[in-house]
């Protein structure tokens, strides 16, 4: 899939998917149940890998 972002909604979405991985790391340390935490890794790799592709597009001087 390719998709086409404005530079200010490729800053929305970088800016999004960081504070998702912030979140996802405190869920992932507070979390007992192993299956569980393994969903949420598997959801971290996948949202990492989105925001390494953002991270290779220049980001707009603000």
């Known amino acids: ?5 404005t530079d ?3 800053t929305e979405l970088r800016d999004l998917l960081d504070g998702s991985l912030g979140d996802l790391s405190s869920e992932i340390a507070g979390t007992d149940n192993p299956a569980y935490r ?3 890794k ?10 390494a592709q953002l991270a290779q597009v220049e980001q707009p001087a603000r």
Do not use: S
């Open 1 to 5: 899939m390719q998709i086409t972002l």
């Open 8 to 10: 200010d909604e490729a």
């Open 38 to 40: 393994l969903v949420l």
């Open 42 to 51: 598997e959801r971290r790799t996948r949202l990492q890998a989105a925001r």
